[in-house]
Every structure is written in structure tokens, then in C-alpha cells.
């Protein structure tokens, strides 16, 4: 491997390939949360434009293993970020027993002239990352015209949630106290203990139950693998909170239908048997959407504080990408991104 001197020419060529490792892209992001928080709403609002390609996910699941799975979400996205690529993510539940991560992720970046792809990044801190932007950038909208929360609570205690307490805390954000709540009692401990590290100074409980959880929370954060959804007593929630529904299957349709809901795209979230697609499929309507995060960005709708506020995010391909093309522009800019000599090999049409 080399070191690439200058970033992909401007004029129609091969650009030189690189890869980029997970040190490289948590050193590009760390300590960056505002950086990158607007980096993604600036994405969220020129997908909302149409500046964008973000088609449906695949999913490739294993008949032998059928609570993992891989999936590909390829994207476009325009505006100044201008770029072509694909995450691929894998979810592998079993590895946690293990003491690895559950999920593991690529992202490769395609040239937006030739097509050409011209960076492999490790992908699961970039998705991580993106996945917290857009929660705290939810909480930090979603809250205005509301109290703004002071307890928070974390349901599901893993990677997803780390990043997004870092990114509440990087974003300016304090609490009162913090709930947390996992059914994993090891996992629950290790969390607390993250958290005192991170914030001494704020209380930490541990809660035993959902219930004493949630209502407890004025922001309740859902970070699990759930399938289906296990939260279904709606009298839980009725001090009306703040939820960032990441993990997009834990709350029962009733809880849904009773709510104020907001999603980051309206096609992309109801579909896959998530809460609010369980919740078009009981009432055959989309009209329990208030509308998506872009819509609040720009003031096309705003939220009653008469009852619970969700967001629901699916997580879009056009995230990865900007976050993505955000970290090699960086690595770029440092003089160590490493590139693979002669990947691209026979570039002579008729040899």
C-alpha cells in the first residue's frame, strides 16, 4: 500500500483506490458530534429535496440462522457531498455471547463521474455514528416548543446506545438523571459503568423493569434487537415523553396509534414489520404520521405536547455515504490514506 498524495481528479479518470481502517475512521469522528450532526441534517434536507437515491434495503437472511442477517442499502446522495455507494451490515445476535459486537460493516464509496469505487471504510462506527446524529439531532428539534428533557433512559444497553449518549453529551445536552435498562444484567452493568466514567457527576439507576424505566424518562431512548414488539402498555408513557425509537420494533402499534409520529422517510419506515408499518397494517392508513424529520427541519409541521412524541428513523443509505465521504475527506486531508497499488489492474479496453 502507498500514501495518496491527491484526492480523485476532477476530469473523467481511475481514481486510485483506498482503504480505511475502523482506528482511522473513529480518530476522523471523535470529538466532531456537532460537525457531524449538521453534516446529517444537511443530508436529511437534501434528501428531502429529491437531491438523492436511497432505494429499499435487501435483506439476505439464512434459513439456518434465522436471527442474523446482512444487509445492503445503496444510496445516492448530491448537494455539496456528491457521491455513489453501498453499506453492506451484517447482525450476527449469537456473536454477543461471544464478546464480540453483533454488527460489522463495509462501506465502499463509488466516484460519482465514472462510477469507479474509490474507498473501502470499516462501517460500523460510521454507522454508529450516523445512527446517534440523527437521534440527537431528533431530540434536539423534536424537544423545541416542550420542556427539554431532563432524565433520560436507555432500553438496550450496546454499541447504538453508547454513540448516542456520547453524541447527547457532545451536542450539549445534561441530565438530572439517567435510567438504565437491559435484559441482559451483565450488559446493564457494563453501561452504568461506561456512564459514570463519561459523567461522574450524573445519577445512574438501573432498572429492572421497562415500566419503572419509561416512566421515569422524559427522553426514552430504544436501542435493542427486538423483532416484534414487547412494549405495550400505553399508560407507561402517558407523562408524554420524547422516545427515539432507533431499534424501530419494540413499541406495539396502540402505543404507536396514540402518538405523535415522525420518521426520517416515510417509504423506507413502513416496511419490514416495524411499529408503524404494524400500525398501517392494523388501520389500512398512514394518517398516525405526522411527517418526517425534514418536515420539522423545515417548519412544514410542527408537535403537540398533548401526548407521547416519537421518532421512528429506518436509517438511510444517503447518512453512511455523507458520514462516509466526511471521514476520507479527512483522512485524506491528514496524508495517510493508504492506497492499494495497482487494485484497479488491466485498464487498457483492448489490453
Known amino acids: 500500500m502507498g500514501v495518496a498524495e491527491s484526492a480523485p481528479p476532477e476530469s473523467i479518470g481511475v481514481p486510485p483506490f ?10 476522523a469522528l471523535r470529538g466532531r458530534e456537532n460537525q457531524v450532526m449538521k453534516l446529517v441534517e444537511d443530508t436529511y434536507r437534501v434528501h428531502g429535496a429529491g437531491d438523492s437515491v436511497n432505494p429499499p434495503s435487501y435483506f439476505l437472511r439464512f434459513p439456518d440462522r434465522p436471527t442474523s442477517r446482512i444487509i ?41 463521474d465514472t462510477g469507479y469505487p474509490f474507498a473501502c471504510l470499516e462501517s460500523s462506527i460510521i454507522s454508529a455514528t450516523r445512527t446517534a446524529a440523527s437521534a440527537a439531532l431528533a431530540a434536539d428539534r423534536l424537544s423545541s416548543g416542550r420542556p427539554r428533557p431532563r432524565r433520560v433512559g436507555f432500553f438496550g444497553v450496546g454499541l447504538i446506545a453508547r454513540y448516542i449518549h456520547t453524541f447527547l453529551a457532545g451536542t450539549g445536552w445534561s441530565f438530572d438523571e439517567i435510567g438504565v435498562h437491559d435484559l441482559s444484567t451483565d450488559s446493564a452493568a457494563g453501561f452504568r459503568d461506561y456512564l459514570h466514567r463519561a459523567d461522574p457527576d450524573t445519577p445512574v439507576t438501573v432498572h429492572e423493569g421497562a415500566e419503572a424505566l419509561i416512566r421515569s424518562s422524559d427522553l426514552v431512548v430504544f436501542a435493542t434487537v427486538a423483532g416484534t414488539p414487547h412494549v405495550s402498555e400505553l399508560s407507561w408513557f ?16 396502540q402505543i404507536v396509534l396514540a402518538s405523535t409520529n415522525i420518521v426520517d422517510d416515510v417509504e423506507h419506515c413502513l416496511k419490514a414489520d416495524t411499529s408503524p408499518h404494524l400500525a398501517e ?71
Open 281 to 351: 397494517q392494523l388501520t389500512g392508513n398512514r394518517d398516525f404520521l405526522t411527517g418526517t424529520l425534514d418536515d420539522v427541519l423545515a417548519g412544514r409541521v410542527s408537535v403537540p405536547t398533548d401526548r407521547p412524541l416519537i421518532f421512528s428513523p429506518f436509517g438511510l443509505g444517503v447518512l453512511d455515504l455523507a458520514v462516509g465521504k466526511y471521514v476520507y475527506d479527512e483522512v485524506l486531508r491528514s496524508g495517510e490514506l493508504h492506497v492499494v497499488d495497482d487494485f484497479f489492474h488491466d485498464l487498457r479496453r483492448h489490453g
Open 18 to 27: 483506498a482503504v480505511i481502517s475502523g482506528g482511522q475512521v473513529q480518530h
Open 238 to 253: 402517558e407523562h408524554n415523553p420524547l422516545v427515539l425509537h432507533v431499534s424501530l420494533r419494540d413499541l406495539a402499534p
Open 72 to 112: 445492503a442499502l445503496p444510496a445516492s446522495i448530491g448537494g455539496q457531498v456528491r457521491v455513489d455507494g453501498l453499506k453492506w451490515i451484517s447482525s450476527f445476535p449469537g456473536n454477543v455471547a461471544a464478546g464480540i459486537p453483533r454488527a460489522s460493516a463495509v462501506l465502499i464509496l463509488n466516484d460519482h
